[in-house]
């Protein structure tokens, strides 16, 4: 079974810096889109980046600019650094991934935790 983890939320000022992981535990998978997605309070979840297993990226236009997704392939993990925080980017953020796959089945649209992003003004 493949899990994801997300870390690196916390409480920021405006302005600040804040990194996210998600790392995809389990053996013998390989992932192909990981993406982050966020949901703010009354708000429908929103995708916020995406990078393929190729390493092209896509991102939301609210965040171009800011934020840099980056993927370690080896260590099954994906990056978000999140640069010029606004208290508009507060959210929960959700790490997911759109294909496992493993030697016995593929696994559709995993979704980790999520991990609470509070900007301050």
């Known amino acids: 079974q493949v899990q994801l983890v997300e870390s690196g939320g916390g409480l920021v000022q405006a302005g600040g810096s804040l990194r996210l992981s998600c790392a995809a535990s389990?053996?013998?998978?390989?992932?192909?889109?990981m993406s982050w997605y966020r949901e703010a309070p009354g708000k429908q979840r929103e995708l916020v980046a995406g990078i393929t297993s190729g390493g092209m990226t896509n991102y939301a236009d609210s965040v171009k600019g800011r934020f840099t997704i980056s993927r370690d392939t080896a260590k099954n993990t994906v990056y978000l650094q999140m640069n010029s925080l606004k208290p508009e980017d507060t959210a929960v953020y959700y790490c997911?991934?759109?294909?496992?796959?493993?030697?016995?089945?593929?696994?559709?649209?995993?979704w980790g935790q999520g991990t609470q992003v509070t900007v301050s003004s």
């Open positions: 389990g053996s013998r998978f390989s992932i192909n889109i």
């Open positions: 997911n991934a759109d294909k496992i796959f493993t030697p016995s089945a593929v696994i559709r649209d995993r």
